[in-house]
């Protein structure tokens, strides 16, 4: 009976909560619930390192505390570590409060705990009627911690690229920078790049030195920071290391395929001259747009190559080879640039059939880029591109890089440059038949920006009607091209009644959009006409005009632009009041009842009040991509693929849209500064318009 009574001893409780008939010790502090400055519990050569005097925390559990019933326990840390004189010393400390089971218990270290020593230390819990092991009895173990007060010193950089003070080489070429710093406790290095790139490096052991890698995307002064982090999370301060980045270098080998009708041979610019087949033709026409002014066409026979009998990219090296081309077929693979290695290609640069269509491509050790969509007759500027710093394989098209970049092999063999053709086991195959114009190789990588210019094509303005003025109901293309037929009560209002005194057509009324006039729409019969069509929209265009509503919440859908075919528009852009969107719509056939898309579009609260609103339609055959710009901006909404294009042979019109099997979507409102062009206007063109 006495030893029963012994053992049925309470639980110390706060009032009202149940408590176990026969108490057990808190159960032994597990290594895992305890943290130091919240990080795990260590010890050895992984111990912590902090950059303060920390506060230790411990999670501290009785078996007792079964539901219903809560067990409050205290916490009691020990800290013990060797002082100078190699005497240990210890601190321990006993919470004030008790707290639920399972709850976190903490101590922040007293201030004589000294820096840069390894400090030990365990925790135990109490029901205030017996004691839990210790953490580090049994299959536990003490924890430890460096207090380090001292931050690492900064580091020193240096570079064999890019040395300080000084210009070097260049955009697209990469410089390796190396970081160290004097303190052995470094763990990381963090940098930043004043033009942009930074992160974290750290070395293989601590103290040691790491590399940062840049690939400057642009010339002109630069500047890198740079700091330690050692064990603690301490931080040195910043090294500023300051260079000069050249622009890039121009190509190791460059053929402008602009010799005279005639000619043998190809001059290089830089790098040797190519031989040629009798199966070259010099003098065709170049790119429209580029500075090219010739080209040379390629017969697809074995007769139709150019080589300058010599390698041009090295082994083992980034390069990258640049060109205009413009096929004649699509049905087979041709190549346009490739290097032999005695047993094939090293890399072939041109075009292959799928059976989705054909595609461009750039095939390089063992990998495959592709995209883009070729058009017979269309010239497209393509860029292959391998990077030796990273081992990966691009193809740009257009300006624009296609797929993924493609992990691939060095060169590791290397012969004769070819264009026009690619080593094959038993001779050369895969002739290119069309024409090929401007081919640059670069021992480089060449950056986007550079890309986009090496791809640009200057639209080209097929009218301009600025809708000044009218004269027997003809309003005047800017450079005495194909007038505006102004129809259905449509109008040339201007500014003033003194600005139309001399001109009986003319009917003064609101300010004018730009200029001293605009052409004035009734939103029910008015319209505005080109004898033809304007813009090939089968093929790359922009076309775009000034636009303000009458009213900013019409009653229907009303459209500025559009072009169509015999049975339907090719495009229209338009305002929806009840969506309040400008929209593009694209027809995908000239046919009846032809299904059509809303293929991009813009948000805006009103239709264009006051000085109104540029819409510009901007298609880009090669990318197979169209945009809707509003005042020069887009939206993620106003840009979509586009696959169907078709050629419609029907007058431009301003005002109306053919639908429905007739006309409709009248405008209602002013229309101003309409201008149209072959090929894709950028945005920044766009917002010049």
């Known amino acids: 009976m006495a030893a029963s009574a012994v053992a049925a001893v309470a639980i110390a409780a706060a009032p009202g909560t149940a408590v176990a008939a026969e108490n057990q010790p808190p159960s032994q502090p597990l290594i895992s619930d305890l943290k130091t400055s919240f990080m795990p519990c260590t010890s050895g050569d992984g111990r912590t390192y902090v950059a303060e005097r920390p506060a230790l925390t411990a999670v501290l559990r009785d078996p007792d505390a079964v539901p219903p019933v809560t067990v409050w326990v205290k916490a009691e840390f020990e800290a013990w570590w060797q002082d100078a004189n190699g005497q240990e010393q210890r601190r321990s400390y006993t919470t004030e409060y008790d707290l639920p089971s399972g709850s976190a218990h903490r101590w922040t270290t007293?201030?004589?705990?000294?820096?840069?020593?390894?400090?030990?230390?365990?925790?135990?819990?109490?029901?205030?009627?017996?004691?839990?092991?210790?953490?580090?009895?049994?299959?536990?173990?003490?924890?430890?911690?460096?207090?380090?007060?001292?931050?690492?010193?900064?580091?020193?950089?240096?570079?064999?690229?890019?040395?300080?003070?000084?210009?070097?080489?260049?955009?697209?070429?990469?410089?390796?920078?190396?970081?160290?710093?004097?303190?052995?406790?470094?763990?990381?290095?963090g940098y930043q790049f004043i033009r942009g790139g930074h992160g974290t490096v750290k070395p293989e052991q601590p103290g040691g030195p790491a590399k940062i890698t840049l690939l400057p995307p642009s010339s002109g002064a630069e500047t890198l920071y740079v700091h330690a982090i050692d064990r603690a999370g301490r931080r040195s301060s910043d090294t500023l290391y300051r260079f000069f980045v050249k622009t890039g270098r121009a190509p190791i080998a460059r053929w402008k395929l602009a010799d005279a009708a005639g000619s043998s041979s190809a001059a290089a610019e830089t790098g040797p001259t190519a031989r040629t087949g009798t199966g070259v033709t010099f003098g065709t026409d170049a790119p429209r747009g580029t500075e090219q002014t010739t080209a040379v066409r390629l017969d697809g026979t074995g007769h139709g190559f150019l080589t300058p009998d010599t390698s041009v990219v090295k082994a083992g090296s980034t390069f990258a080879v640049s060109t205009w081309v413009r096929p004649e077929k699509l049905g087979d693979t041709m190549t346009v640039a490739s290097q032999d290695t005695g047993a094939g290609p090293g890399f072939a640069l041109g075009l292959a059939p799928k059976q989705t269509g054909a595609t461009w491509s750039f095939a390089i050790g063992g990998a495959r880029v592709s995209g883009g969509a070729p058009d017979v007759g269309e010239w497209a500027h393509l860029l292959?591109?391998?990077?030796?710093?990273?081992?990966?394989?691009?193809?740009?098209?257009?300006?624009?890089?296609?797929?993924?970049?493609?992990?691939?092999?060095?060169?590791?063999?290397?012969?004769?440059?070819?264009?026009?053709?690619?080593?094959?086991?038993?001779?050369?195959?895969?002739?290119?038949?069309?024409?090929?114009?401007?081919?640059?190789?670069?021992?480089?990588?060449?950056?986007?920006?550079?890309?986009?210019?090496?791809s640009y094509q200057e639209p080209q303005l097929r009218g301009h009607w600025s809708l000044e003025s009218?004269?027997?109901?003809?309003?005047?293309?800017?450079?005495?091209?194909?007038?505006?037929?102004?129809?259905?009560?449509?109008?040339?209002?201007?500014?003033?009644?003194?600005?139309?005194?001399?001109?009986?057509?003319?009917?003064?009324?609101?300010?004018?959009?730009?200029?001293?006039?605009?052409?004035?729409?009734?939103?029910?019969?008015?319209?505005?006409?080109?004898?033809?069509?304007?813009?090939?929209?089968?093929?790359?265009?922009?076309?775009?005009?000034?636009?303000?509503?009458?009213?900013?919440?019409?009653?229907?859908?009303?459209?500025?632009?559009?072009?169509a075919g015999q049975n339907a528009d090719a495009f229209r852009v338009r305002y929806v009041p009840d969506v309040h969107q400008w929209q593009l719509v694209m027809t995908h056939a000239d046919q009846p009842g032809a299904p059509e898309t809303v293929v991009s579009y813009v948000e805006a609260a009103d239709g264009g009040e006051g000085q109104g609103h540029t819409v510009t339609v901007v298609y880009d055959d090669a990318a197979d991509q169209i945009r809707l710009y509003v005042d020069g901006y887009t939206e993620p909404t106003s840009t979509a693929s586009f696959t169907n294009a078709w050629k419609s042979t029907g007058p431009l019109q301003i005002g109306r849209a053919f639908t429905g099997g007739g006309w409709g979507e009248y405008l209602h409102g002013a229309v101003d500064e309409v201008r149209a062009f072959s090929g894709a206007l950028s945005q920044i063109d766009t917002s010049w318009l």
Request: aromatic share 8%.
């Open 470 to 563: 009218a004269t027997d109901g003809l309003s005047p293309e800017a450079d005495g091209g194909r007038p505006l037929h102004l129809g259905g009560g449509a109008t040339i209002i201007t500014a003033t009644a003194d600005d139309c005194a001399e001109n009986p057509e003319c009917v003064p009324g609101t300010p004018a959009l730009s200029g001293n006039g605009h052409l004035e729409l009734n939103g029910t019969t008015a319209f505005a006409e080109t004898e033809t069509a304007v813009v090939d929209t089968d093929d790359s265009f922009s076309i775009g005009a000034r636009v303000r509503l009458a009213d900013s919440e019409p009653d229907h859908p009303m459209t500025v632009l559009s072009q």
């Open 384 to 454: 292959g591109l391998y990077d030796a710093e990273t081992g990966t394989a691009r193809l740009y098209v257009n300006g624009t890089q296609t797929g993924e970049a493609q992990r691939a092999e060095p060169l590791a063999v290397v012969g004769d440059l070819q264009i026009g053709r690619a080593q094959g086991k038993y001779g050369y195959r895969d002739r290119w038949q069309g024409q090929i114009s401007d081919v640059r190789v670069y021992d480089r990588m060449v950056m986007p920006d550079e890309v986009n210019i090496l």
């Open 110 to 189: 007293p201030a004589e705990v000294p820096p840069n020593t390894v400090i030990s230390w365990r925790v135990r819990a109490t029901d205030g009627m017996a004691w839990s092991p210790w953490s580090s009895d049994g299959a536990g173990s003490p924890c430890e911690f460096v207090y380090d007060d001292k931050s690492p010193e900064k580091p020193v950089v240096t570079s064999a690229e890019y040395p300080e003070d000084s210009f070097q080489d260049g955009v697209g070429v990469y410089g390796h920078f190396t970081v160290d710093s004097p303190s052995e406790d470094v763990v990381a290095y």
